[in-house]
């Protein structure tokens, strides 16, 4: 699963094209205010507690499914026939999850498909059958369940990470919310397919499954393995059958049926699908196009073939989360349909290469507990390192190792707990920035401590011993032991069963024909633990340098190398793989040595990050911020914009330099960047520039333009910004909401009005944050209607990040109204009394609207 984050989900509307999700993504959201979200509270019981292996009391071997769909009601009624049989011990009852049920009949099937009644006892969660007499392992036997799905009226909570957990989703059942497309999708990792189909709901267990959906000829339909069979049944309806024959996890399985423009793609002889909504069908290839590609490189690296019958990805509207594995059949939020426009500044390849290595890493080779997710998301984040790195180079992968790193390092700021934890509140802990991020940099250091051809020769035995298994980290750190005959325990814990990360201080000298390395590692674990940490210290002078092998396994160690002359640079880290925080003791000549001669993006970023905040008092860290501007990188170059300190008084030079690569650089994102850094100085010199810029093929530099004419002139930026009215484009409609928030017109309220009906998922989240901004200046009459709205918005959606983002814009406006009236009371209250009372009346409605989305969201929890 790739997760959306909530301080990185906001993402599709902003215009700062970096990534960071892992993810998912994480968009500009400088202009967005603490009070725009409302606090998230999630609920843990203080007390952790350890998190076993759920046991195997059945095998669960098949599960064959006949499904309806009840759009009015948006129920499932369905018959369920599961295949099981002892695991080991006898018994003589069955326990399944099946979640906010109605249970209609319980019976024992035999061969010839007829059924005995069972007796059972169900208490919403899970349906205890009694068998009526005691089996064996030999014995194999079929349960046959009668059962309405409603996934509508039962309690359901979330989590950060995965927003919902219902399993089951109706999105726009009775086709009246237009522009929105009808829908049917499932979600079930980590428990939540019992929502629609009794199971055994554990990621230990795996099954064969045959799903049979009855629905309108007009809707496709998805599910995991093969469509088998199509049958007309009249009256505008047919069943699709979906077969899979490859036994997965339950929490794999999946359905998808709605309105959707299938395209056909091969790789070898195995059919790939993209499923997106119509409007994108020219796009598809586009957005999807590399996974044959992908498919190929992973099964060529990883000497293992991608082992499933087919691969189909789909996109739907109003996921919970950001996208998911299920075996065969990938699903994702809509903000990766984008049009090929929208993808020359943003594409997702690395969700996309994320899910699809999730079917060797998580599908073929199963954590058998949720403690152990991260053999499954470790793998999938990394799986993004080796495409960029296959597909675009070094530099591209290592950024992205960069951006991890950060993502981690912020979260351990708050949060300290091993790799692999078997103690948690809930399983839904285990979906963070250590489970992806930091997983996905210790594999990266496994690949390092023993090479490259080891690593993939390890990984290629752990998936054929496990395949089709559910497995804990030891068996990985077997195999890894078995190619290299050694011992690695030292990395798997230190790494995988422990928390933390190094922090260490490098500090480099020469003396007497010496240079020296000198490491101290000044982490506190609360373990007391020093980490070995095998690295390479560089030596270089001129053009010239030496690589030397040095192993850290003391809070200090000191390492000396021969060097005839003084070094122009020494480096304790020069393949920087190191995962964790790191001091230096370098001055600025020598990360200017740095950045001209180290080959590495990561090195290279790291000297302009010291020159950056030395360029005011060193002019050489200056002039290699300007030089950085023509790197042959594009992340460097935007780098550089985004560092040098520019400002009306500038040299002539630089300003020159910012406004041509405005206008003619190679890559968007470091277009955008000009114009956003040229904005800031609202120079109206510069309007031509922008003006000139409306005309780029990228959304972002248009929208970063629209605003710097904007801080220019607002009149010239609303008659500029009227022909983009109608454009889907998430940059765009946040530029345009950015200007619109500050004018009082009706022009500018029928926009947001017509955006709210157009803007998908979490792009409406900025769009509630601009209309608050325009609420607050407008007439009593346009107040209330619009707190009516951004109510209405709230509560239509279960995420609770866009939630509480309806409730914060409501209270932004509140407070704005608030504070007008305690002005207004301290003036001349006879001339002011119709005022009072207009203020009074937005005040009221105000926190009757939140009292609303709190009593409504409380009412759906109860439920």
Not at 13 to 40: A, H, M, P, R, V
Not at 678 to 702: E, I, P
Not at 705 to 717: E, F, G, H, R, Y
Request: aromatic fraction near 12%; charge should be neutral.
């Amino acid at each position: 699963m790739c997760l959306l984050f909530c301080a990185a989900i906001i993402a599709v509307s902003g215009c700062n094209t970096s990534k960071q999700i892992k993810g998912g993504k994480n968009f500009n959201t400088q202009n967005i205010e603490e009070d725009t979200l409302d606090e998230i509270v999630l609920n843990f019981s203080k007390e952790k507690k350890y998190r076993a292996s759920y046991p195997i009391d059945f095998d669960l071997l098949n599960t064959k499914l006949d499904l309806q769909i009840d759009w009015q009601k948006q129920h499932l009624p369905g018959k369920a026939i599961l295949k099981l049989k002892p695991h080991f011990y006898a018994t003589d009852s069955l326990v399944l999850d099946a979640k906010g049920m109605d249970i209609i009949e319980v019976a024992l099937m035999d061969k010839q498909g007829n059924r005995a009644l069972l007796k059972y006892t169900y208490d919403s969660l899970q349906l205890k059958i009694n068998l009526g007499k005691t089996y064996t392992a030999k014995d194999t036997l079929q349960i046959f369940i009668d059962y309405v799905a409603k996934p509508n009226e039962r309690k359901t909570s979330g989590s950060a990470a995965i927003t919902s957990d219902k399993g089951l989703y109706f999105i726009n059942p009775l086709g009246k919310e237009i522009g929105k497309p009808t829908q049917l999708w499932t979600q079930g990792e980590t428990e939540a397919n019992s929502c629609w189909f009794p199971t055994i709901e554990s990621p230990n267990q795996r099954q064969t499954n045959e799903i049979s959906i009855t629905c309108e000829k007009k809707y496709a339909t998805l599910s995991n393995g093969i469509l088998t069979a199509t049958k007309d049944l009249g009256n505008g309806l047919k069943t699709d059958t979906w077969t899979m024959d490859l036994a997965h996890a339950p929490y794999l399985v999946m359905l998808t049926v709605g309105e959707f423009a299938v395209t056909k793609d091969k790789w070898r002889n195995i059919d790939v699908d993209y499923y997106v909504e119509q409007d994108y069908a020219a796009d598809a290839k586009n957005i999807f196009g590399n996974t044959p590609e992908m498919l190929e490189f992973f099964s060529q690296l990883m000497g293992y073939d991608y082992p499933w019958q087919k691969y189909a990805q789909v996109i739907v509207r109003d996921y919970v989360s950001g996208a998911m594995e299920n075996t065969t059949a990938s699903l994702f939020g809509e903000f990766v349909q984008r049009n090929k426009r929208e993808l020359m500044d943003l594409n997702f390849e690395d969700i996309i290469a994320h899910e699809l290595f999730h079917h060797w890493f998580g599908d073929l080779v199963t954590c058998e507990s949720w403690s152990n997710i991260p053999l499954n998301e470790a793998f999938a984040n990394y799986s993004e390192y080796l495409w960029a790195e296959h597909k675009y180079g070094k530099m591209e992968a290592d950024k992205m190792l960069q951006n991890n790193l950060i993502l981690y390092l912020s979260e351990a700021q708050n949060k300290n707990v091993d790799l692999i934890r078997f103690y948690y509140d809930d399983k839904e802990e285990m979906f963070d920035r250590h489970s992806y991020e930091k997983g996905g940099h210790v594999l990266h250091l496994l690949r390092n401590a023993v090479g490259d051809e080891a690593f993939f020769k390890s990984l290629q035995l752990y998936l054929k011993t496990n395949a089709f298994k559910s497995v804990e980290i030891h068996q990985l750190r077997l195999a890894f032991e078995s190619v290299t005959g050694k011992d690695m325990n030292w990395f798997f814990n230190q790494w995988f069963l422990n928390s933390g990360h190094p922090k260490i201080t490098f500090t480099y000298a020469y003396k007497n024909d010496t240079a020296y390395v000198i490491t101290e590692q000044q982490q506190n674990t609360g373990k007391g633990l020093i980490y070995e940490l095998p690295l390479k210290a560089e030596i270089w002078s001129g053009n010239n340098s030496k690589i030397y092998p040095i192993h850290l396994t003391h809070e200090r160690d000191t390492f000396k190398f021969y060097a005839a002359t003084e070094p122009d640079l020494i480096d304790g880290d020069a393949e920087r793989i190191l995962l964790g925080t790191k001091k230096e003791n370098k001055k600025v000549p020598e990360y200017v040595f740095q950045y001209k001669n180290h080959p590495l993006y990561l090195a290279k970023y790291e000297a302009l990050q010291k020159l950056k905040v030395a360029q005011e008092e060193d002019s050489t860290a200056k002039n290699t911020l300007i030089a950085a501007l023509d790197n042959s990188f594009y992340a460097l170059r935007k780098y550089a914009v985004e560092s040098i300190k520019l400002s009306s008084d500038s040299s002539p030079e630089v300003l020159r330099k910012i406004k041509w690569i405005a206008l003619n650089d190679k890559h968007p994102n470091v277009r955008t960047a000009a114009v956003q850094k040229l904005g800031r100085l609202k120079d109206s010199t510069l309007l031509n520039t922008f003006m000139q810029c409306l005309k780029d093929s990228s959304y972002a530099t248009v929208a970063e333009a629209l605003k710097a004419i904007n801080t220019l002139d607002s009149n010239k930026a609303m008659q500029l910004a009227k022909p983009f009215e109608n454009d889907k484009n998430y940059e765009l409609t946040d530029a345009l909401s950015t200007i619109y928030s500050a004018s009082t017109s009706t022009q500018a309220n029928n926009f947001f009005i017509q955006k709210f009906k157009t803007v998908t998922g979490y792009g409406k989240y900025p769009l509630m944050y601009h209309y608050a901004n325009y609420l607050s200046g407008m007439n009593k009459a346009t107040v209330l209607s619009g707190i009516e709205l951004l109510k209405n918005q709230a509560l239509s959606t279960e995420a609770k990040l866009m939630i509480s983002a309806g409730k914060g814009a409501i209270k932004r406006v509140l407070k704005q109204f608030e504070s007008k009236k305690k002005t207004l009371e301290n003036g001349n209250k006879e001339a002011t009394v119709n005022l009072q009372n207009g203020y009074e009346n937005i005040i009221t409605k105000a926190n009757e609207a939140l009292d609303f989305i709190n009593k409504q969201t409380e009412e759906e929890k109860k439920n």
